[in-house]
């Protein structure tokens, strides 16, 4: 399971009104390598995760890519443009684990 902070989808979801997505869309994310993620602009499909739960969703997880970072978090911390969404990676060798994930334009 991946955890999602409250602030991580409050960010992802002013980042979705602000890219005025078409209201049937989230971001969706995709993992391409063990700490290389994006994310892209999709609409639910039957098997994915969705947060939140209720409401409108704002992430969209498949569960190829919720294997792969079982008990890591989603989160957000201070970058140096503003915000930034990344993950904070349970199994790493890297001091903070943080990868950042870039939304897109």
């Known amino acids: ?3 999602v902070t409250a602030q991580a989808i409050r960010t992802l979801a002013e980042r979705l009104e602000d890219a005025r997505a078409d209201p049937a ?8 390598a063990p ?13 994915d995760h969705v947060e939140p739960p209720n409401g409108r969703p ?3 997880v498949a569960p190829a890519v919720a294997e792969g970072v079982h008990g890591s978090m989603l989160d957000v911390t201070q970058g140096p443009d503003g915000l930034e969404v990344g993950i904070r990676l349970s199994e ?3 001091p903070t684990g943080w990868v950042a994930v870039p939304l897109p334009a």
């Not at 869309?25 to 391409?32: C, I, S």
């Not at 700490?35 to 098997?47: H, I, K, S």
């Open 92 to 94: 790493t060798e890297e």
């Open 25 to 32: 869309q989230a971001y969706r994310l995709l993992q391409h």
């Open 35 to 47: 700490d290389r993620f994006e994310f892209a602009l999709d609409e639910p499909r039957a098997a």
């Open 58 to 60: 704002v992430l969209l």
């Open 1 to 3: 399971m991946l955890y």
